[in-house]
Structure formats: structure tokens, C-alpha cells
């Protein structure tokens, strides 16, 4: 059994969470950005289906993406000098949010309901949360969004509908966080596609330690430069 939550964001330690399934540690609670921000700070979140409660998680291992670490391979560096796309930084984080929320195959389903984004809406108007999306000729193609807590960046999801729109635009994040002195990227579940990018696996409770201070070093909330984005497009030309 998992505890049911309620009133305040009092969560359970994360090493009570199940193995099976993995990281399920609590149901219940709220959206609202205490209990979110909350969550995150104990290396927590949210996942769940509509016809759910609210479900939070804490795998063991944690899979992370430290940003001097990601892989560019050659194809992918060679579309970055072409500038083939225009990245910027927190101007559609609501579109992002709803590109991310279409089912992948006809037919499927998605995790990131009505209320999953208008509470990640409600973190990106505080500062919180961010996007970063690529564009041709005006149109969105693809990017990302996550939470920036510290010096930690929490990625959520990623679409795209170009091909390497989503890597261009986590190439510009892990240049920006870099830059800002982040120290890791949480890419919360293994995928073999995260792995060939340079995360790795990091145990739960050395990934938490680490969150303990990263959360509290680092730039507060705020929305990010378009300029900043630009100036890394620059350096790759």
C-alpha cells in the first residue's frame, strides 16, 4: 500500500517508494505549485493517467543528463552550423506544453492532461518552468519543457515534428544551464535514446543528496532570454 495525501505536501520518504512499480511512493494531493515545487525539491513527481489520482514517483536509479556530458553527434552538429533552426527560449511555453500532450500514434493516449498543463502553465507564469522551441519560418516545429529549481532542471517532455528539433533544442538547453552553472538535468526514466545522448543512471539517494543543495544554490525564478538563445545559435555557426 501507498499513503494517500492530503491538506499539506507532506510526502513519505522516497525510499519508501515501490519497486514494483518503480519509484510509486504516494497518491493524493494537489498541483498547486507548493505541492510541485515541494515534490521536485525531494527529487518527486507527478504521473498519472486521467482516470487516476494524482500519482507520485521516485525511481531507483534516477536517470540524469549532466549538461557538459550530452553527446552531439556529427549529423546533429552539422544541423546546428546550418542553422536550420530558430531556437528561442519561454515565447510558447503554452503550445509546447499542448505539442507534448498529442497522443504519439492515433489512437493513444496521454499523460499530460488538462490539469497536468494548466499547473505547469501556473509554474511558467511564477518563472519555473520553461521552454525551449525550435521554429522554421515561424512555425513550431519542436523543443521541450521542464522545471528550473537551483541549479537543477527538471525535464518533462519533448516533441518534434522536424527531424532534430527536439535535439536541437535540448543542445540549446544543456549550453544555457551550463553556462548558468546547473548541475544536472533530471531526465526522471531510462530510455535508450536518453542513454545515447550522454545520461546516465545515478542512484536515488546520491541523485537526492545532490538535490538537497543544488535547490538551494544557483539563479531564482524568471523567464529566460531570447538573446541567450541566439547567442548560443551564434556559436555554433
Not at 507532506?10 to 493524493?28: H, I
Not at 531507483?60 to 544541423?79: E, K
Not at 506544453?97 to 509554474?123: D, F, K, N, V
Request: aromatic content about 10%; hydrophobic content about 45%; glycine content about 8%.
Amino acid at each position: 500500500m501507498i499513503p494517500w495525501l492530503a491538506g499539506r505536501p507532506d510526502f513519505p520518504p522516497v525510499e519508501q517508494a515501490l519497486e514494483d512499480p518503480d519509484g510509486l511512493l504516494a497518491a493524493g494531493g494537489e498541483l498547486s505549485p507548493a505541492w510541485l515545487l515541494a515534490a521536485y525539491r525531494r527529487g518527486i513527481f507527478p504521473w498519472y493517467t486521467e482516470d487516476q489520482p494524482i500519482l507520485w514517483w521516485s525511481p531507483d536509479p534516477r536517470l540524469v543528463l549532466i549538461p557538459a556530458r550530452l553527446r552531439i553527434s556529427r549529423s546533429l552538429r552539422r544541423t546546428l552550423r546550418q542553422q536550420r533552426f530558430e531556437v528561442r527560449f519561454d515565447t510558447a511555453f503554452a503550445d509546447v506544453i499542448a505539442a507534448c500532450a498529442e497522443p504519439r500514434e492515433p489512437g493513444g493516449g496521454t499523460w499530460i492532461s488538462p490539469e497536468i498543463r494548466q499547473a505547469y502553465l501556473r509554474l511558467h507564469e511564477l518563472g519555473y518552468a520553461h521552454s525551449v522551441e525550435s521554429w522554421v519560418d515561424g512555425t513550431l516545429v519542436g523543443g521541450l519543457y521542464g522545471i528550473a529549481l537551483g541549479r537543477a532542471f527538471f525535464g518533462e517532455s519533448m516533441f518534434s515534428r522536424r527531424s532534430d528539433a527536439s535535439k536541437v533544442a535540448l543542445v540549446h538547453l544543456a549550453a544555457h544551464l551550463q553556462r548558468l552553472g546547473f548541475a544536472a538535468i533530471d531526465c526522471q526514466m531510462t530510455t535508450a535514446h536518453l542513454l545515447s545522448l550522454g545520461a546516465e543512471e545515478m542512484p536515488r539517494a546520491r541523485f537526492c543528496a545532490g538535490l538537497a543543495n543544488w535547490t538551494n544554490e544557483g539563479p531564482g525564478p524568471g523567464r529566460w532570454s531570447c538573446e541567450k538563445a541566439a547567442e548560443i545559435s551564434r556559436n555554433f555557426s
